[in-house]
Structures are given as C-alpha cells and as structure tokens.
C-alpha cells in the first residue's frame, strides 16, 4: 500500500527557512518527489531524491532517509513568491507512477 | 525541453453533456501519460495511467465508462467526461513520463478546469 503524509498547512516570515516534512510508507519504495504548486497552476518540479541525504539547488534543498522512510523540504531565504502547496510523492521500483501526499499549504507572511 | 500543453483551460458545460479534454507532449514523446483529478484544496488523485496504444489502467473508484482515455499517439492523450454532472467539476492535470517502465519525472501539463452546471 502507499500512505504519504505531510502536514496540510504551514506559515513562516519572509527571509526565514522552513523545513516542510514527508512520511512515506510505501511497498517497494523507490524515491521521492517534492514539487510545488501554485493555486489553479500545474505542479512544478522542485527535487528529486533517491539516496539517502541532502540535495541542494539553490534556495530549495531536499533530504531523504530511507530507513526513517523520511523526506523534508527545506526552503531558505523565503520569498511571498514561495507561497505554494508543496507536494510530496513516491514512486515505486519498477512502476511510474506517483503517489502523492496532501500537500502543505506554505503562507509566507512579512 | 518537456512541455506539455493541456486544452481546453477552463470548460463549462451543462449537465449530461461530454467534454473532451487533450493533453499533447510537444517536444517530446510519451510513452504513458497519467491523467489526475484535484478537487479545492486537496492534492493530486490519479485517475488513470494510459500507453500509447494500449487501454488505460484505471484506479480504484474511478468509472472506466464514465471517464473515457485514448492515448492514440506517443504526444497525445485524450480524457473525455461523459455525461458530465456537477459532482464531476474539479480541477483536471495530465502528466507524460518519456520512458515506459520504471520511475522517471513526470511533466505536468497547466490543467484544466471543469465547471458542471
């Protein structure tokens, strides 16, 4: 079965960092997807991770553990542009599809 | 590289009538397409996986008859609402992968916004 959890809201100031958490329980993990959504707009793709670790790209950085079946989203030097839903997804081996959690729902605020 | 253009953008129709909604990659060909529904406020629901030239796979609740796919072509993919009622109003995004098999990005389409009356 595939369970992807987030938390469905989050708020932070401009200029600051916020770390958006991903739980995944899913048979036959392969790697995780973070994107981000504008309202009304198509997803964006943000990272893509399948080791375990840190992966950075600019202001965004994602960062996986296998083991703790564990992903987070780290956003620095938040802009009002960074507010968006991101998105968390699996994808398991051998399949490409993707399975999506609820999405956070980031407000940056002055 | 890798767009993936969806039309109609917005469509309102009455009730019991279809709509056809096409979602083509550009400049790149799609071996499987997946076409989700997203209701306010909530995240991505997959309806259906297609690959060229096969029938689509569609998930757990969602009515094959109802929700009609054709991915003709390695760019385009097809979804038609038929008999379209207000319940069937959401927010609906199509994906293309470029390789058939295994995990790989998927490149979202702008999505299309289906109003019932």
């Known amino acids: 079965g595939q369970n992807i959890d987030q938390p469905t809201e989050m708020t932070a100031t401009e200029g600051a960092i916020v770390q958006i958490n991903c739980t995944y329980q899913?048979?036959?993990?392969?790697?995780l997807f973070w994107y981000q959504q504008h309202a009304g707009e198509a997803p964006t793709f943000l990272s893509y991770?399948?080791?375990?670790g840190l992966e950075e790209k600019g202001r965004f950085s994602s960062f996986l553990s296998r083991s703790k079946g564990y992903s987070y989203l780290l956003l620095k030097e938040l802009q009002m542009k960074d507010s968006a839903s991101y998105l968390c997804?699996?994808?398991?081996?051998?399949?490409?599809?993707?399975?999506f959690g609820t999405g956070t729902r980031l407000t940056v605020i002055p | 590289g890798a767009v993936v253009s969806q039309h109609p953008s917005r469509v309102i129709c009455k009730s019991g009538t279809s709509v056809k909604i096409e979602c083509r990659s550009l400049?790149?060909?799609?071996?499987?397409m997946f076409w989700y529904r997203q209701f306010p406020k909530q995240s991505l629901m997959l309806m259906a996986t297609?690959?060229?030239?096969?029938?689509?796979?569609?998930e757990q609740g969602v009515e094959k008859d109802k929700f009609l796919i054709n991915h003709a072509s390695l760019t385009l993919s097809t979804l038609t609402v038929t008999s379209a009622h207000p319940e069937d109003s959401s927010f609906y995004i199509c994906?293309?992968?470029?390789?058939?098999?295994?995990?790989?990005?998927?490149?979202f389409g702008p999505g299309t916004r289906l109003t019932v009356l």
């Open positions: 994906s293309a992968s470029r390789l058939a098999g295994g995990p790989n990005e998927q490149f």
């Open positions: 899913t048979s036959g993990f392969n790697g």
């Open positions: 991770n399948v080791l375990d």
């Open positions: 997804a699996g994808t398991q081996t051998g399949a490409n599809n993707l399975f």
């Open positions: 400049d790149f060909q799609a071996t499987t």
């Open positions: 297609s690959n060229e030239g096969s029938k689509a796979t569609y």
